[in-house]
């Protein structure tokens, strides 16, 4: 990751230059292809999670990326809604649709 420049490569202002036949226009896009696919790899574990979000952090502070999306948790949260709903034996008790607008009107709520 310290081989990239971050703010270059996040930089909406820069006007890129392609060609596909340079290698050199696109091999910075390519390698930063590779190494997102290897942080959601790294992600896919607990540790790996905070393994990824520390070198997200150390590489992408004060980028754009960071300035528009910064914490992932604070997004999650605002959008996350959940509920837990029991089944009884009897059979009686909530049904899917009523779960359903119960959800629904929570979601409408934190927005």
């Known amino acids: 990751m310290a081989a990239i420049d971050w703010k270059k490569a996040f930089s909406v202002d820069e006007k890129k230059q392609w060609n596909p036949d340079d290698k050199s226009t696109?091999?910075?896009?390519?390698?930063i292809s590779i190494l997102m696919d290897s942080l959601s790899a790294i992600e896919q574990s607990e540790t790996g999670k905070v393994i990824a979000s520390a070198l997200k952090q150390k590489f992408w502070a004060g980028t754009l990326h960071q300035e528009i999306v910064g914490s992932i948790t604070l997004v999650k949260n605002k959008a996350d809604v959940n509920q837990r709903f029991y089944i009884s034996e009897d059979g009686g008790g909530i049904t899917t649709d009523e779960a359903y607008r119960f959800l629904q009107n929570k979601y409408m709520e934190k927005q």
């Not at 696109?26 to 390698?31: A, S, Y």
Request: glycine content about 0%; cysteine-free; charged content about 50%.
């Open 26 to 31: 696109w091999e910075t896009e390519l390698k």
